[in-house]
């Protein structure tokens, strides 16, 4: 698959969480999805610094910056979301399983973290949770049928 058709396929398949995901589906998705929002948050402070100080004050680029990451970032998310599910059922894992027990814990340690000032420590554990599955996407597919669904991949 390649990178058009990956991010086709993930956006058509925004919250389908059942079936599985190939690697390069997964990770030209996520390369596009990460890759837009850090190459946005590097170009804002670049066109403030360019522009002249009553272009700028007209135009505040970091509002236009929050509008996009709330259409673009957010809009993604479900498909992002998904295509994790998707690749982690590949590797015969419980995607929604993996995927919710970190949605959940990211949103009780953001709750945690401001009401009543829990260390960053867990901020840190929780994303060490994040980085465990992306290691686990990097593992190739089941040739062979799984719970999750038919094999994917040519024999």
């Known amino acids: 698959m390649n990178f ?12 389908k969480t059942e079936g599985r995901a190939s ?28 522009t002249t100080p009553e272009f700028s004050a007209k135009n505040d680029f970091g509002s236009y910056y929050l509008i996009f990451f709330l259409i673009f ?7 992002f979301n998904s295509v994790h599910v998707r690749r982690l059922n590949d590797i015969n894992q419980p995607g929604i399983k993996c995927m919710g027990i970190f949605g959940g814990l990211l949103i009780l340690g953001s709750i945690a973290h401001h009401l ?3 260390s ?15 290691i686990l996407c990097l593992k190739p597919g ?3 049928d799984n719970k999750f669904g038919k094999n994917i991949y040519k024999n």
């Open 142 to 144: 089941d040739k062979k």
């Open 23 to 50: 690697r390069s589906e997964f990770w030209y998705f996520f390369s596009f999805y990460v890759g837009v929002i850090v190459l946005s948050f590097n170009i804002v402070p670049y066109l403030e610094e360019i």
């Open 116 to 118: 009543i000032g829990v």
């Open 4 to 15: 058009k058709d990956s991010i086709k396929t993930c956006i058509k398949k925004y919250s």
């Open 120 to 134: 960053d420590v867990v901020g840190y554990g929780i994303w060490s949770i994040y980085i465990i599955i992306l």
């Open 73 to 79: 970032g957010l809009g993604l998310l479900l498909p």
